[in-house]
């Protein structure tokens, strides 16, 4: 998110475990009463929800909403429980276990990091073994990453992201909104729908612009991953975009 900050957003989840220290409120995570987020859990205010070593961690629909609203990527950071309901769910995702080398790394790691209790850490190292073994799912999860040097790691997730610097091209910015000449012709194949404009000046120049409709499913309840466009021109490069609709 550091490296594409408008292409991705993080989804705060909520919990009802207490702060670790350098955690803040509203950034890491939500961090509440359980009695409020069990209620909000059956006012179906949260897309999927866990029990994770002992504490409440969820996803809330506004959560989503929040990152999708800007048009950008949600990234869920779940357990392998979360990522059952989200597989379940409509919304479309891609899924990636971040997998440590080997379970004698994650342990060494886990408490390097000190922030548990022993009961914790044994309680954390017990879950992993299970996660672990669920993380090999294929039909659960797309990709496995192993999290053994951090920065190859990383170079991987971009890799299978298609964001490699010498792999698909990206853009960061798109135009807010595109005037169509009067001329202009429309037609639809499969999903998606062409427009297709010629300069009355230049009819050598011709520009189309191209509307995926097949974005318009799976985003958070009630909305949309928001409607992707770009256009093509002949003699410049295509700009790409996503407009966000409110179903
Ligand atoms: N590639 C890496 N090399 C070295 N240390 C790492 C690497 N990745 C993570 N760590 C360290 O391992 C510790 C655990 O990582 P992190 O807090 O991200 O775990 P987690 O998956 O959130 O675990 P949990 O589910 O228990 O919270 C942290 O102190 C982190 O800095
Ligand atoms: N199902 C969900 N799991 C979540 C969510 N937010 C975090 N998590 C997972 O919980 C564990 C523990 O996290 P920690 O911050 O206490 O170390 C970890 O595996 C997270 O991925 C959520 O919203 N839903």
Known sequence: MEEFPSMFGFSVSHTTRAPREKEQDGVHYHFTERSIMEKAINDMKFLEFASVHGNLYGTSVEAVEVV?????????DIDVQGARSVRASPLEAIFIFVSPPSFEELEQRLRARGTETEEQDQKRLRNARIELDQGKSPSLFDHVLINDDLESCYAKLKELLGLAKDGISFHTSFPESVELPRVHAISKIK?????????EQDE????????????????????????????IESSKAPTNGIINMLL
Do not use: P
Not at 191 to 199: D, G, T, Y
């Open 68 to 76: 999708a609203d800007v048009g950008k990527r949600c990234i869920l």
């Open 204 to 231: 050598s120049s011709n520009k189309m612009f191209v509307l995926d409709l097949s974005t318009l499913k799976g985003g958070a309840l009630g909305r949309t991953r928001g409607l992707r466009f770009h256009s």
């Open 191 to 199: 999903q998606k729908v062409l427009i297709s404009c010629s300069q």
